[in-house]
């Protein structure tokens, strides 16, 4: 399991340090197939803008391994993919969608995970600290505000997966995470200081 460090500061940035990007892998006359990699970044939005041109309302099967990026990115990035109505978001095997990046994941009209794939969520901080009850370093409640709107677009129960967040980070530090494996299809909370998983019960995050 990797551990991702996570920064919000003002630009909200995470550990992940190549740019990203919308790779096409195959496409038909039906489908395109895009594997997306590196950091979410501002810039992606006009690189998605240029892939839903090309796939002009074909089914995107968008493959995502990303560590994160810019918080506030991924919130526009969320916002802007899930207006195109044939995408399928997949959580990949390589890397799998993190931080940013599962938000990114979030809004599909389909979520899957590859055989092997992964996306991990966390709450909202500026500055890192692996100890229980740390200090995130500054306010963070208007992004926290932004995301419980995501949740709730994405079908969850936003207040109640933000709550969630902030609990197991109040718990586990900055380390931890709620998130989703394909081994059983099944949530479960990571601590990546101790390389700890355990499951715990989704009916928190349904709405």
Not at 42 to 49: C, G, L
Not at 83 to 105: C, E, F, P, R
Not at 134 to 156: H, N, R, W, Y
Request: charged fraction near 20%; include cysteine.
């Amino acid at each position: 399991m990797k551990s991702i460090i996570v920064a919000l500061g003002a630009l909200l940035l995470s550990s992940a340090s190549l740019a990203g990007d919308f790779f096409v892998e195959k496409e038909d006359s039906a489908t395109i197939t895009v594997d997306y990699t590196g950091t979410v970044d501002y810039e992606d939005i006009a690189k998605w803008n240029e892939l839903t041109e090309r796939a002009d309302g074909r089914i995107i099967f968008l493959y995502i391994n990303s560590g994160g990026g810019y918080a506030y990115a991924g919130l526009d990035l969320y916002w802007l993919m899930e207006k195109y109505h044939n995408l399928v978001t997949i959580g990949g095997a390589d890397y799998g969608a993190w931080s940013a990046a599962a938000i990114m994941w979030c809004a599909g009209d389909v979520r899957q995970l590859e055989e092997g794939g992964q996306v991990w969520f966390h709450a909202a901080y500026c500055q890192w600290d692996s100890t229980a009850n740390p200090s995130i370093g500054c306010d963070t409640t208007d992004f926290q505000i932004k995301l419980i709107d995501v949740f709730e677009d994405a079908g969850f129960d936003g207040l109640s997966f933000n709550i969630w967040l902030n609990v197991v980070q109040g718990n586990f530090g900055t380390d931890g995470w709620i998130g989703i494996m394909y081994t059983t299809d099944d949530w479960f909370l990571y601590d990546s200081t101790d390389d700890f998983i355990f499951f715990f019960d989704e009916e928190v995050i349904k709405p």
